[in-house]
């Protein structure tokens, strides 16, 4: 089994299995999701019409929101976001490294989604919560949606897939565990069966360092960057964990939408 410790982009199924991605995870799996973070968007001090998605992967969450919000979608992997493209040829796509991309402009929102469990440092983790800050508009707000945190962590095995119309099918396996506690990160163990339109079969198996950090961290990390009122959510419609971040000042448009439904974190 490969065993990887870098980013997303380094493995597999986000570099030369990317046009696999709709089957292994089907977009209509977000369907939910996407229509809770839409109301947290809608909570947001100002309009939120123009969003930023760090991380955006194949599209599957942008396939929902975009009707309604102008997306930007910025992600690492090229092939992640071709299928994205023909999923979302509506949407602006630019490649970038979500910790360090600057594009000179800001938004009404950012969403960062699962994406973030492949920062596996306090100081990767750091980084990305600046870049959100860099491009979240005074009166905003950050949506961050990791998989797992630390505190709530428990070892987990599951898994999923899909099929196409040209016959393809693609299935997967997950393991997620904790090697060494205390220390950050954790491991999730996949294996991909990934059937062709002529029924050639490929087995992948792929080991992933992912992040696991206390909400205690992300917080702190969160008010160092300069966020200001901050809440976490651990809602049903979310695979993840929410941590909902304003960003304060001036905002540019008129306050809207009604308190979004989280719990304060002192």
């Known amino acids: 089994m490969r065993d990887h410790c870098g980013m997303a982009s380094d493995y597999r199924v986000y570099s030369d299995l990317a046009a696999w991605w709709p089957l292994i995870s089907p977009p209509e799996e977000y369907t939910g999701e996407a229509a809770h973070l839409a109301e947290l968007f809608g909570a947001a001090e100002i309009a939120v019409r123009e969003v930023l998605d760090l991380g955006s992967g194949g599209g599957g969450v942008a396939v929902h929101l975009k009707d309604r919000l102008a997306m930007t979608l ?35 929102a950012v969403l960062v989604h699962d994406a973030i469990d492949y920062m596996t440092t306090e100081d990767d983790l750091r ?65 991909f069966v990934l059937r062709s339109a002529d029924a050639t079969v ?43 971040a304003w960003r304060g000042g001036e905002p540019d448009q008129p306050a809207q939408g009604p308190t979004p439904p989280t719990r304060s974190i002192e």
């Open 202 to 244: 490929q087995v992948v198996e792929e080991t992933h360092r992912l992040g696991a950090f206390s909400r205690a961290t992300w917080l702190r990390l969160l008010a160092e960057a300069g966020f200001g009122t901050l809440t976490t959510e651990d809602p049903v419609e979310i695979r993840g964990h929410l941590f909902i």
């Open 74 to 108: 910025v992600d690492l992997s090229d092939e992640m976001l071709d299928v994205s493209r023909g999923l979302n040829p509506e949407c602006e796509h630019i490649s970038g490294d979500m910790r360090s991309i600057r594009l000179g402009r800001t938004f009404d």
């Open 127 to 191: 980084q990305v919560i600046e870049t959100t800050f860099a491009h979240c508009r005074p009166g905003g707000l950050a949506v961050f949606v990791p998989d797992h945190v630390a505190d709530a962590f428990q070892p987990y095995s599951g898994g999923g897939g899909g099929s196409d119309a040209s016959g393809r099918q693609a299935s997967f396996t997950e393991w997620t565990w904790d090697p060494e506690p205390d220390d950050g990160w954790i491991q999730a163990e996949y294996e």
